[in-house]
T-cell receptor
Framework: EDKVVQSPLSLVVHEGDTVTLNCSYE??????LLWYKQEKKAPTFLFML????IEKKSGRLSSILDKKELSSILNITATQTGDSAIYLC????????????FGTGTRLTVIP | NAGVTQTPKFQVLKTGQSMTLQCAQD?????MYWYRQDPGMGLRLIYY???????DKGEVPNGYNVSRLNKREFSLRLESAAPSQTSVYFC?????????????FGSGTQLSVL
């Protein structure tokens, strides 16, 4: 059965800290992995990863895929209160499946 | 810059009542989706429409029906609401079916069934 597991489930840090969020997956015929940020409302797209070992970066956020370990990490450096959100990881479950299979998310809280 | 628009934003129903959640996208996307989000469960697919005129069941379709009215609009109907359908509902769309196509989400509907 296809599975996406995120850890930790929740995390509380102070402004300026660096955090690492984890996503592991078990899917038939892996093709891509996507990260989304969900604040109060709609999830918004952060990164799409398809190749192992290549880092995607956007400002203080970066992500990398490890196909050998079937996992990805999302790093946030110098955290700010605006980074407080649920971070979701998702993968297409199987060839031809018209869907994204989501993990339960990591809730990040950044304290001033 | 409307993107994906959902209505209503909030709704309270009594058990057994019916309602329709509306969704429209202005990005000319072919595929549209309805998800529900519950604490500890993540986003789960209810129904999707790969293209105008087609709909398919997702992971949790029981108790719901959908209509792809045209390319822009995809509605979700609860015929007889149950407390188990209390959730946050998200509509989403994307251009095609490829694995590397990202989803664009609406702002959600918070539904409570009493």
């Amino acid at each position: 059965e296809d599975k996406v597991v995120q850890s930790p489930l929740s995390l509380v840090v102070h402004e300026g800290d660096t955090v690492t969020l984890n996503c592991s997956y078990e899917v038939t015929n892996f093709r891509s992995l996507l990260w989304y940020k969900q604040e109060k409302k709609a999830p918004t797209f952060l990164f799409m990863l398809t190749s192992s070992g290549i880092e995607k970066k956007s400002g203080r956020l970066s992500s990398i895929l490890d196909k050998k370990e079937l996992s990805s990490i999302l790093n946030i450096t110098a955290t700010q209160t605006g980074d407080s959100a649920i971070y979701l990881c998702a993968v297409p479950p199987q060839t031809g499946a018209n869907n994204l299979f989501f993990g339960t998310g990591t809730r990040l809280t950044v304290i001033p | 810059n409307a993107g994906v628009t959902q209505t209503p934003k909030f709704q309270v129903l009594k058990t057994g009542q019916s309602m329709t959640l509306q969704c429209a996208q202005d990005m000319n996307h072919n595929s549209m989706y309805w998800y529900r989000q519950d604490p500890g469960m993540g986003l789960r697919l209810i129904y999707y429409s790969a293209s105008e005129g087609t709909t398919d069941k997702g992971e949790v379709p029981n108790g719901y029906n959908v209509s792809r009215l045209n390319k822009r609009e995809f509605s979700l109907r609860l015929e007889s609401a149950a407390p188990s359908q209390t959730s946050v509902y998200f509509c989403a769309s994307r251009q095609g079916l490829g694995a590397n196509e990202k989803l664009f989400f609406g702002s959600g509907t918070q539904l409570s069934v009493l």
